[in-house]
C-alpha cells in the first residue's frame, strides 16, 4: 500500500474501527466542471460513515 493508503489503516485500527473503505480520488483537479458533476455525489456515499479520513495536504497517494 502507498504511505497514504498505510496510514489510513493505522488510524483505522488505532480508533478500534475493523472496516476501511478508500474512495480514490475521482475529480480532475482545478476543473470546476467536473468538481460541480461528482460533487453532487458525494454526499449519498458519505453520509452514513462512522469516521472520514482526507489526506488533505498531500500532492499523491504515495506520501503519508
Aim: hydrophobic letters at 35%.
Amino acid at each position: 500500500l502507498t504511505g497514504t493508503f498505510q496510514d489510513a489503516t493505522y488510524t483505522t485500527a488505532g480508533i478500534g474501527l475493523e472496516y476501511l473503505w478508500i474512495d480514490y480520488p475521482c475529480i480532475y483537479q482545478d476543473s470546476k466542471e467536473d468538481w460541480i458533476k461528482e460533487s453532487a455525489t458525494m454526499a449519498p456515499v458519505h453520509e452514513n460513515t462512522t469516521c472520514t479520513i482526507s489526506a488533505a495536504v498531500v500532492s499523491n497517494s504515495h506520501y503519508g
